[in-house]
Every structure is written in C-alpha cells, then in structure tokens.
C-alpha cells in the first residue's frame, strides 16, 4: 500500500509531512505507539519519576500540589500518585516534555525501521542498495533521544548522563542545570525535533523509490556514497549539530540564579555572535539549497547583502579574537577563550571558558567558534564556494523508466555542478541552486 503524495517545501519538512504519511498505516501506526510506550516508560524509570518499591500506603491516593510562591514553577501543577508497590510523580514540564519526546522517538524509529525494510526488500544492487545504506541515519532521533534518556524528568541526579551531555554542549554547568531544569527540557526537545527533520530529508531524497514501478515512471538514484558524498555529509551534519548546541548556549547563560543582567554587549554576544551564525549555519545543514539561493537572491539584495554583512562580521569575531574593552563586557571568540586557558592577561583580551572538561572544550572550539564562525565568513565572501561541498550530499539523479536505460538528463533535477567541470566551482554551485528541484536539500 502506498502512500498519499506529501506536500513540498520548508513548511512541509518542518512539520514532518513525508514521515506522517510514511507512517499513516496501521503498522505504522502500532509501531509508534509501541515505540513510545517502552521509551515513556524507560525515561519514568530512568528519571526517577517512577519508584517502584513497596512503600507504607495501604492504599491508592492521589495528590495534585498547586505549587504556589515556589521557584522551581516550570514543575506545578504536578500530580503525585503513591500506592503500596511505587509512587508515580508527575511534575508539570517534565511530563509534557517525556510526552513529546516519546512520541518524536517513536516516529523517528518506525521511519527508520520502515524505510529500511522497504528499501532493503527491494534487494538487488545500484538505488535500492544505496539508498538501504543511506537509511541508517534514520535511527539517529533514537541515538540522540537515548542519549539524554531521563534528562527531561530528573531533578535531582546529578549524574545522570543526559545532563552531563547537555552540560558540557552548551557550555553551562551541571549545577545551574539542576537549578533550571527547565533548560534540559527546552535542550531535549529542540534536539530532537531537528534530528528528526534532518531524518524527514531522508525521505525526500529517497523517498520515491518506495514508490511502485510504473511504465514510464521516474526513479530517482541519490548521490554515489563516495568520498565527497561523505565529506558534505559530515560537513552538514558538524553545521547542524554545532548550530543547534551553540543557539541553545544562548539560552544557557541565562540558567545562571540570578541572571546576569542584560547589557548592549550580551546583547550583541547572544544576537550576533550566537543566534546569526548558529541560526544559519542550522539552515545550511538542513537546506543547502534554499539556503543558498537565499544569500544569493537577486530580487532581495538588501537582506540578502544584510544577511551577509551580519555573517561576516560575527563570524570573524566569533573564530578570531576581540579586543578589550569589549571581551571584558562578554563579547569574545575563540583566541580570547584559547588565551584564557593558557592564563593570559585579561589586558589581553583574554576569557576563561567554562571548565567542561579537555574534550567538552575542543568539542565547543571546533564545532562552536571555529566551525560555525568560519563557515559564516566563507559564506559572506564567497557562497558558492560555501556552499559547494554542502551539495555534494544533494546530486540525486532522475532515470525514465521505461526499459530502465535511457537517462533524461533534460529533465533531470540534479544540480548542474555534477555534470560540469570540478574546475569551475562558483560557477558549478550557482548554476546548482538555480536549477536545483523543491526535493534537493
């Protein structure tokens, strides 16, 4: 049974149109159910909001506490359920986000397996192969989700991996963590939910292969798994991971009790030098092509010149160094943090980073100034060259089907860098995004 054809574009991808109706069967159905059963019930356990022991109640009771006049108010109102066998506790926050996170694992998964089992029926070698190797990444909501398990419900293990994790990859401590528990909601929910858009491209790319053959049907072939396929794809992957962790950094420096209070240089710290570089480096990842037309819209130069101007100044601050007065005032980039471990003078323009640890820090270095602040400059100065290995991961091939021969490369809506010389990238990557079809991200 196939099904219905998904909508296209941004809103399409955002809101997880393909996965839905990949899932929209019966099987599909049980299957993220079940999913998000098991995974609900290992997050209770996992985070302490399920005890079960034998206790001193006799009997079932239920308790709802208001939380009036307290600080912690992202945890009321919360339900308390104990009875002789264990003691079930609900905190507000905590359960809406175990909710939502079971049912985002549960539809990351089913996708995962589905996709992988139909590309993997349909054997033989060339497309079904490929694109079977390429499904792997479909567990990657699984992997991230499992990876902060129980994060979102305790609040009061601190050593509990999740929020070690989360930690380390924002740049705050475990301490503050647990004084805003809140964040690791806000942390686990934003993670997850882009793991599963990047998860969603998947299936725009591969997605019509599962479709059944037809005469004169198009079939689409991905990108050969080579090595600059797996070069993009890092890259892409490193833009994601990097843009996500640093924007949601943005918000751990305000987990401080009390908050620091809002200057024109913090001000300039969280807008310019995280969220622009954060924020279009996330897009990249996500859409390399539309991304890419964006900078490079001719009918909007003045924001696309903005745009640009804003990336190139963050980014340089961001991966190089800013002079004093204005590192002191919390606006500073990586040789100021690199001069700051080595116990450099604050004359200096030196900062110390946040003691997370030898890999936490090369971790922040490379994925988070240098990464995110030298992509930002390059595609300030020169998107296409930008922008070029992003499409390495976007060739995907259209063949006409009707003795599995010919190739239409007419109508075909791979980007023209793939059938031009790797001599010419500008002009490769430019006349990509302009003939690049609504599927290629």
Known sequence: MSESPSPSGALALLSLARSRALLRT???????????????????????????????????????????GESAWWNYPALIVSGPDGVLALPFLATVTMVVVSIGVGIGMSVGLVLAYRLLRKGGTGAGRSAAFGSVPGLTPA????VTLGACCSTTA???????????????????????????????VAVLWVALVAQEQLLTVYGRLLQPKEAGAELVVPAPVDLRF??????????????????????????????????????????????????????AGLFAVPTYRAIRAAEHRGPSLACRAALLVGGIALATWVPPPLSGAGVYGLVNEILGSVGARSAW?????????????????????????????LAALSPERAFLPLQWTTGARTLVAPSDRAVDSASAPRPKAFAESRESAARAVRNSADTAGPSQV
């Open 143 to 146: 992997m991230i989700a499992l």
């Open 349 to 377: 323009g030196a900062v110390a980073p946040p003691n997370l640890g030898p890999l936490a820090l090369a971790l922040r270095w490379g994925l988070q100034f240098a990464l995110l602040g030298g992509f930002a400059v």
């Open 158 to 188: 601190a050593a509990t991996a999740g929020i070690g994790v989360v930690a380390q990859a924002s740049g705050t401590t475990t301490q503050a963590l647990l004084l805003n528990s809140w964040y690791l909601n806000v942390f686990q």
């Open 26 to 68: 019966r099987i599909g159905v049980l299957s993220v159910t079940f999913v998000a059963v098991l995974y609900g019930l290992v997050a209770l356990l996992e985070g302490g909001m399920l005890l079960l022991t034998r206790t001193g109640f006799s009997t079932i009771a239920t308790t709802v506490i208001p939380g009036q």
């Open 230 to 283: 797996g070069v993009g794809a890092v890259l892409r992957a490193g833009l994601v991971v990097g843009g996500v962790t640093w924007a949601l950094a943005t918000v751990a420096e305000w987990t401080a009790s009390p908050p620091p209070a809002l200057t024109p240089a913090l001000l300039t710290q969280g807008l310019l030098l995280h969220l622009v570089p954060a924020l279009f480096a996330v897009a």
